[in-house]
């Protein structure tokens, strides 16, 4: 039994969400993803003007003739969110990094929704701690929002790999895969690699610059108490210089494997970031 509270905040994530898919956040979505894949659909006899590419050499070796294989654009996609809800995602300005990435998440699962595509949820720290397998519907975007905003991890640590290892084995047809992190783990994982040969990965990092802010800020002197020497240290654009680090470190990490990433700060106009990350993908796949 959910209490008054959370209920409120559940209906408020949603009606918010709403709004800014129905005002920009759709059309990047489906500009993106929707038929991004080819299922198989019949052979029929080859003809002179088809793709010899295209030919069924199995069917033509039991006929013997030529046929080749058509394909229809796929009409649904199946989506997956992993969610990273590790003990590190409590902490951040306002709400902490799991806010943010509920919204995040059921921004993603209502716009998959509209397009009459399938969500499902994996929670993982450093297990897997919940699974919902993928579904259509309004009530499905609801159980995506509580399963967030109250699951409490019982590991105490960040693995990657348990989460995309359980995926490898559970998602058999191609799917197209958001990793929400904030990407505070040592290095990625080759079950991450198994997944992205087989399905499409889209990493979406969630980063706060109080995770990079240095102790004090501006300038701070100091003595060395062997010599006496005095030094200033400059810690005006620590944190900047550290975030930007850590972000060039962990994508070339995903582009090594292929993987677009997105980085989303947590701050108030985070959702401006979602979408201006989508429109820069969207630019980058068009080139």
Do not use: C
């Not at 069917?59 to 030529?66: M, Y």
């Not at 904030?182 to 290095?187: A, G, Q, V, Y």
């Not at 994508?251 to 677009?260: A, T």
């Amino acid at each position: 039994m959910l209490n008054e509270e959370l209920l409120k905040k559940i209906r408020y994530i949603e009606l918010n969400v709403k709004k800014k898919v129905d005002s920009y956040f759709q059309g990047s979505y489906q500009t993106l993803f929707k038929g991004h894949g080819l299922e198989f659909q019949e052979v029929r006899e080859y003809t002179e003007n088809d793709d010899a590419r295209l030919i069924d050499w199995n069917v033509t070796a039991r006929t013997g003739k030529p046929f080749v294989k058509l394909y229809q654009e796929e009409r649904e996609l199946t989506v997956l969110i992993v969610a990273d809800i590790s003990g590190s995602s409590i902490y951040g300005q306002n709400e902490g990094i799991r806010d943010a990435m509920t919204t995040i998440a059921a921004a993603l699962t209502f716009s998959a929704i509209k397009n009459s595509d399938k969500v499902g949820l994996l929670l993982f720290s450093d297990k897997v701690e919940e699974y919902i397998p993928p579904r259509k519907g309004k009530n499905h975007l609801l159980t995506v929002i509580r399963s967030l905003l109250t699951a409490e991890p019982t590991g105490h640590g960040t693995d990657p790999d348990a989460a995309f290892t359980f995926l490898n084995k559970m998602m058999k047809r191609k799917a197209l895969v958001f990793f929400l992190s904030d990407m505070l783990f040592d290095k990625l994982p080759d079950s991450i690699k198994t997944t992205a040969s087989k399905h499409e990965v889209v990493s979406v990092g969630l980063i706060d610059e109080m995770l990079f802010a240095p102790f004090t800020d501006g300038a701070l002197r100091t003595v060395d108490p062997e010599n006496g020497e005095t030094a200033l240290l400059d810690f005006t654009n620590a944190a900047r210089i550290g975030e930007e680090r850590f972000i060039a470190e962990k994508k070339s990490g995903f582009d090594r494997l292929g993987i677009s990433s997105m980085w989303i700060r947590n701050r108030e106009n985070y959702m401006d970031d979602l979408v201006n990350e989508f429109q820069k993908l969207n630019r980058i796949r068009k080139r």
